[in-house]
């Protein structure tokens, strides 16, 4: 199992060996590799289980890389990435031949960011290579936002884990694919949608996949713990079914008892919610319960992004045989 520490200039070597490094960005843990090295890539997808028709995000240092990497940016692309990065903002470019194929699942674009976390930008900087980086967790379970959380799910598939502590957003990066005349929201996320209407006017909200995903975190079931998750709304009365019933509340504890409760935010704040949201879940999810009951955030600002996550981690649930 691989140690937790800080030491990126051994980190920076393993990633340009081929190596895979899981590191702490300001959304969640990514699980990184050489996104120039094509058998480092294929990595990631081996020790995520993770299909090959979803494509990764390849994290850059700076905004500068990106047209120094892709060429002349179209104009709303370069606008995004001017107003938000380093920031939660992943955007689609078009793939440059030095990407290999794999890390895009074989599409002619490219999802694309720069982390606003001062030591993934150093690690990615050592490095000297541009960083492929999914969230560092099993395909389709908890996103980590904590190192604990990276060594439990990964083990020993990982050669170096970053220990940050908790991540600040909480929550994965928004995706946008701005190259056409308006720009679409491929997945919510930590930057709100209002955010991005400021920036640059109005935007079309697509999140989800039919087919092969253009972006990653879009699949109709994801970021979904071990327990059957299901999505409650209002008081939910006390059973006496003998169920062991974990509560996942946005404001306040249920009136009703339950094994386990985690409160997202006392104060009511969707910002908050969001960054306590996958550590939350991974509590839950250990707490020895056979279902967790969720209260969506209001559908406002990042709210939007937890009621998508918890959406998708609700996807396959299904009510038990009358």
């Not at 997808?45 to 028709?53: G, I, L, N």
């Not at 990653?216 to 939910?236: C, I, N």
């Amino acid at each position: 199992m691989p140690a937790e520490h800080d030491g990126i200039a051994e980190a920076a070597d393993v990633l340009r060996a081929g190596g895979l490094v899981a590191f702490p960005t300001e959304t969640v843990y990514g699980l990184g590799a050489n996104a120039l090295d094509a058998r480092a890539a294929a990595r990631i997808f081996e020790a995520k289980a993770r299909p090959s028709f979803d494509p990764l995000i390849t994290h850059l240092a700076d905004a500068a890389d990106l047209p120094a990497l892709v060429g002349v940016l179209p104009p709303t692309v370069a606008a995004l990435a001017e107003r938000f990065w380093p920031g939660p903002l992943t955007l689609i470019v078009d793939r440059p031949a030095v990407i290999p194929p794999i890390v895009t699942s074989g599409l002619d674009s490219m999802a694309v960011r720069v982390p606003d976390e001062a030591s993934a930008r150093a690690l990615i900087r050592a490095a000297g290579v541009p960083v492929a980086a999914p969230s560092a967790n099993r395909f389709g379970q908890l996103s980590p936002t904590r190192a604990e959380h990276v060594v439990r799910g990964l083990g020993a598939a990982v050669d170096v884990v970053l220990d940050g502590g908790p991540t600040r957003c909480g929550i994965e990066s928004t995706i946008v694919d701005a190259r056409g005349p308006q720009p679409v929201v491929l997945r919510l996320g930590a930057l709100a949608v209002e955010d991005l209407v400021a920036a640059v006017g109005p935007v079309t909200i697509r999140p989800g996949s039919s087919g092969q995903p253009v972006a990653p975190g879009t699949l109709a079931a994801h970021y979904a713990p071990r327990t059957p998750l299901r999505l409650v709304r209002g008081a939910v009365p006390a059973s006496d079914d003998g169920v062991r019933r974990g509560y996942l509340a946005f404001r306040a504890a249920p009136a009703a008892d339950h094994a386990a409760v985690e409160v997202l935010s006392p104060a009511g704040d969707v910002t908050e919610a969001a960054a306590r949201l996958f550590d939350a879940l991974h509590r839950l999810d250990a707490a020895g319960v056979t279902e967790i009951l969720a209260e969506p955030a209001p559908d406002e600002g990042v709210g939007r992004a937890v009621n998508d996550r918890l959406g998708r981690a609700a996807a396959t649930w299904s009510p038990p045989p009358a």
